[in-house]
């Protein structure tokens, strides 16, 4: 059983190995970026972002969601409450990210379902996905939930084409994937 879960202080031991398994990789979603050496306060740090306190200029309200299996974190995904005309180009509303050695059996697929869930609850009718051309993973996960490729560009941020993706919420978000 796969449940999307709030932060909270009882998965340190696993957000450590979490974090250890990806290494030198980027990290998706950015809140991964996060300092956790005291792990009570990236709680907190993250309840905060989701209720719009402390943000540096400029920032939106954004939910982080652990994907959990087993008493494992196997997934991570942020969700921005709305859009700036920089997060249209460049972040969209959702990021995501697998646990290195989870990847490859559909957790992807139901952590973005999932996330489009809390999605729909906090009233947003349309959602974007950005993700580069060549992150073929992403944008079959993107596609698998509805997704549809709305267009291609280049940024200066980015030595890769980017993808933009619109996702109606309208749907009901469980029928979409078996995963
Ligand atoms: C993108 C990511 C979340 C996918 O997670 P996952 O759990 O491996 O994905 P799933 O198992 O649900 O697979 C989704 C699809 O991608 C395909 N896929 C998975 N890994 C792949 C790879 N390395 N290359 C090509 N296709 C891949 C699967 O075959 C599946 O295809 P299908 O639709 O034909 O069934 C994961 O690869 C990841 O964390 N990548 C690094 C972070 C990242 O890129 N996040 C997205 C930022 S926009």
Redesign the pocket.
Known sequence: MLSLIKPTVEYEQSYRSYIQELGD??R??FTLDFEYDDFPALVTQLKNCSLGIGLPDGWVPHTTFWLVEHEEIV?VSSLRHHMTDRLKRLG?HI??????S??????????LRQTLIEARRLGIPEVL????KD????S??I??NGGTLESEYSAPEYSGLLQRYVISIDADPDQRTD?
């Open positions: 990789s980027e998706y979603p997934g969209g990021g995501f990210g697998v646990r290195p989870a990847q490859g059996r559909g957790i992807g697929k139901e952590l996905m950005i993700c580069l992150n073929v993973a992403s079959r996960v596609l698998a995963a």
